[in-house]
């Protein structure tokens, strides 16, 4: 996938008007305006790079001309600590002002990235694929979803509109599984899945019987999921969420399910750590 300038460009913005406000204080009485200076993105971990375009991007708003950057390592890219992930050359007020909003945007995607591809990397000889959740923050689902895919992670559902999943409180308010699913099918068009949340292996039966197009797992021990795998056998895509972490991951993956969603990719990563330094 790719990223939409504008959506990017207002971000940065947003994000610059929120660090800057109106003046800096420190660079714009300290750093004479024609003063110019190269500095670099230096790997100070190991892990997956994503969102250096964004990052050099926030130099470019501040400099529209006469910035100039030197990109060596691009997203996707496995990176090694000490690293040169790119280099720098503007207007030393563009780096000063420039640098922490960069920062923040490159070292929350990577970490995204390299947390995706160590759970791919998990999952890896099963059928599972890695997915991602709507637990992003506000403002940052796409930059976020995003780095997922540069990971090796799918997209689940980017809104509410793009599918009709129903949980257990839809379920509860729609009066139970087969007259939701049935109030829902009779006003769906033809392009839109439904998927169900499933807590044991009676709602399962259920789900099969209503005819959704996905079955999520929810919070079911790997036992269970097995159980749901060989009853569901191919009818329904099956989905494995709730509490999911690395140390349970493979033995979920070897269950049989389709997809692992892992609300945990966005919603409480760590930053990889990249620092910039002036040269």
């Given amino acids: 996938m790719t990223l939409n300038s504008i959506y990017v460009d207002n971000l940065i913005k947003t994000a610059l008007l929120e660090d800057i406000n109106y003046l800096d204080t420190t660079t714009d009485y300290l750093i004479d305006e024609n003063q110019e200076n190269t500095a670099i993105f230096l790997a100070k971990s190991s892990g997956v790079l994503c969102g250096i ?78 997915a991602d959740t709507r637990k992003t923050l506000p403002g940052m689902r796409p930059l976020q979803k995003y780095a997922v895919t540069v990971g090796g992670g799918r997209n689940h559902r980017y809104n509410l ?29 033809h392009m839109t899945k439904v998927e169900l949340e499933v807590r044991n292996l009676d709602e399962l039966n259920q789900a099969l019987e209503a005819g959704v197009d996905v079955i999520m797992l929810d919070n079911m021990s790997p036992e269970l999921m097995k159980q749901a795998v060989d009853i569901t056998a191919g009818k329904a895509l099956l989905e494995a969420s709730g509490g999911i972490t690395d140390e349970t991951l493979r033995e979920i993956a070897e269950t049989g399910v389709d997809i692992i969603s892992m609300g945990a990719l966005t919603h409480s990563v760590k930053a990889f750590d990249i620092s910039l330094k002036i040269k």
């Fill in 161 to 189: 509109s793009d599918a009709a999943m129903l949980k257990d409180n839809h379920v509860d308010a729609g009066g139970g599984i087969a007259n939701a699913v049935s109030k829902l099918k009779s006003k769906l068009g």
């Fill in 53 to 130: 375009e964004v990052a050099l991007r926030v130099f470019e708003i501040l400099q529209p001309n006469g910035f100039e950057a030197k990109v060596y390592k691009h997203d996707g890219d496995k990176l090694v600590k000490g690293e040169i992930i790119a280099e720098i050359h503007g207007k030393t007020r563009t780096i000063l002002k420039g640098e922490r909003t960069a920062l923040n945007l490159i070292q929350h995607m990577s970490g995204i990235a390299t947390a995706t591809n160590k759970a791919v990397e998990i999952v890896s000889g099963t059928k599972a694929s890695i």
